[in-house]
């Protein structure tokens, strides 16, 4: 049992047997995981520090990219608040999973069926957090890491999802929380409860690899990253076995340019899924952004239309 554990872990699967070995080998680890002081923000300051807040228009969700216009060069983009926009090239950065079930609504004309197909034979897994918080750290000063093995399965079906709880460790910059990854199905089940539930059962998980020193916490957070409409999920984008039956053995097949009946390339892919070795990482999503816009950069003039980037 340990072994599917930690592989549903790792990669976010529901059962190991959902990802390609192929897909898995792929994969190149960089090392060690870090964190940012300030989290993400830091990350999304820096990136801003050159962009003037004009040109960024948040809250504003698009329903609709027309990018093959008989009359028209370009793509038309229209939100969801109803703004319109023209752009010579767009850049979509969506999630595989929010992009497989609203592709056939936001993209007129249909995406070639060839990249649907591509797009159906990768999954996003779903990796969530739960945190519990206490005003002062019940465990002492150092910082605590609890490494959990289950060999008895007794638990009620209600609770089963916390066999998918491996590892429960102190967050380095808020070290009076405790912080759990839940993966997979086991997940996706966390995210149907309400949330006092979920936080009696990892209560009584703590109880019961501790002792009844654990206290009530005075903070509670769990995230539902899988019933997010905006990503429908979280970590990781792997190509199936189906897939990797299908013909999908890279990333980058997802990533292929929608070019218009004049032969203008005006749709390009990036995000994390688009990345061969880097899938799932912040880092592998930046770098495929980065490489789409060079090539944008590359084909236009110094009075060419702006480039619209779709988050």
Same mark, same amino acid.
């Given at each position: 049992m340990l072994m599917p554990q930690m592989v549903n872990y790792m990669e976010g699967t529901g059962s190991w047997f959902d990802i390609s070995a192929r897909d898995a080998d792929q994969f190149v680890d960089y090392g060690d995981d870090f964190q940012w002081?300030?989290?993400?923000?830091?990350?999304?300051?820096?990136?801003?520090?050159?962009?003037?807040?004009? &040109?960024? $228009?948040?809250?504003?969700?698009?329903? $609709?990219?027309?990018?093959? !216009?008989?009359?028209e060069e370009r793509v038309l983009v229209v939100?969801?608040?109803?703004?319109?926009?023209?752009?010579?090239h767009v850049?979509?950065?969506?999630?595989?999973?929010?992009? @497989?079930?609203r592709h056939t609504h936001i993209f007129h004309p249909a995406l070639p069926q060839?990249?649907?197909?591509?797009?159906?034979?990768?999954?996003? /897994?779903? &990796? +969530? $957090?739960? @945190?519990?918080?206490?005003?002062?750290?019940?465990?002492g000063s150092k910082p605590l890491e609890l490494h959990i093995l289950w060999t008895?399965?007794?638990?009620?079906? +209600?609770?089963?999802?916390?066999?998918?709880?491996?590892?429960?460790?102190s967050i380095h910059q808020h070290w009076t929380v405790l912080e759990t990854f839940v993966t997979g199905a086991n997940s996706t089940y966390m995210e149907s409860l309400p949330e006092s539930i979920v936080? !009696?059962?990892?209560?009584?998980?703590?109880?019961?690899?501790? /002792?009844?020193?654990?206290?009530?916490?005075?903070?509670?957070?769990?995230?539902?990253?899988? #019933?997010?409409?905006?990503?429908? /999920?979280?970590?990781?984008?792997?190509?199936?076995?189906? /897939?990797? $039956?299908?013909?999908?053995?890279?990333?980058? @097949?997802?990533? #292929?340019?929608?070019? +218009? #009946?004049?032969?203008k390339t005006v749709v390009l892919w990036a995000g994390e899924h688009t990345h061969n070795t880097r899938y799932s990482t912040v880092d592998g999503a930046m770098e495929t952004g980065k490489h789409e816009a060079l090539k944008i950069i590359s084909k236009l003039k110094p009075s060419s239309s702006s480039v619209l980037v779709e988050h």
């Amino acid at each position: 049992m340990l072994m599917p554990q930690m592989v549903n872990y790792m990669e976010g699967t529901g059962s190991w047997f959902d990802i390609s070995a192929r897909d898995a080998d792929q994969f190149v680890d960089y090392g060690d995981d870090f964190q940012w002081k300030d989290g993400y923000d830091t990350l999304i300051t820096y990136l801003k520090e050159s962009i003037p807040d004009s &040109a960024v $228009k948040l809250s504003s969700p698009v329903c $609709k990219i027309f990018w093959d !216009e008989p009359a028209e060069e370009r793509v038309l983009v229209v939100t969801l608040t109803g703004d319109a926009y023209l752009a010579s090239h767009v850049i979509v950065t969506a999630s595989v999973a929010h992009l @497989q079930e609203r592709h056939t609504h936001i993209f007129h004309p249909a995406l070639p069926q060839s990249l649907v197909n591509a797009l159906m034979n990768v999954r996003l /897994g779903v &990796a +969530n $957090k739960v @945190q519990v918080g206490w005003a002062e750290p019940w465990w002492g000063s150092k910082p605590l890491e609890l490494h959990i093995l289950w060999t008895t399965f007794d638990l009620s079906e +209600n609770m089963s999802w916390l066999y998918g709880v491996t590892i429960m460790f102190s967050i380095h910059q808020h070290w009076t929380v405790l912080e759990t990854f839940v993966t997979g199905a086991n997940s996706t089940y966390m995210e149907s409860l309400p949330e006092s539930i979920v936080k !009696e059962h990892i209560l009584y998980l703590l109880r019961r690899v501790i /002792g009844d020193i654990v206290p009530e916490p005075t903070f509670f957070r769990r995230t539902r990253w899988g #019933s997010n409409p905006w990503t429908r /999920g979280s970590y990781s984008s792997f190509i199936t076995l189906d /897939g990797d $039956k299908a013909g999908i053995h890279r990333h980058d @097949q997802l990533a #292929s340019p929608l070019v +218009n #009946s004049k032969g203008k390339t005006v749709v390009l892919w990036a995000g994390e899924h688009t990345h061969n070795t880097r899938y799932s990482t912040v880092d592998g999503a930046m770098e495929t952004g980065k490489h789409e816009a060079l090539k944008i950069i590359s084909k236009l003039k110094p009075s060419s239309s702006s480039v619209l980037v779709e988050h």
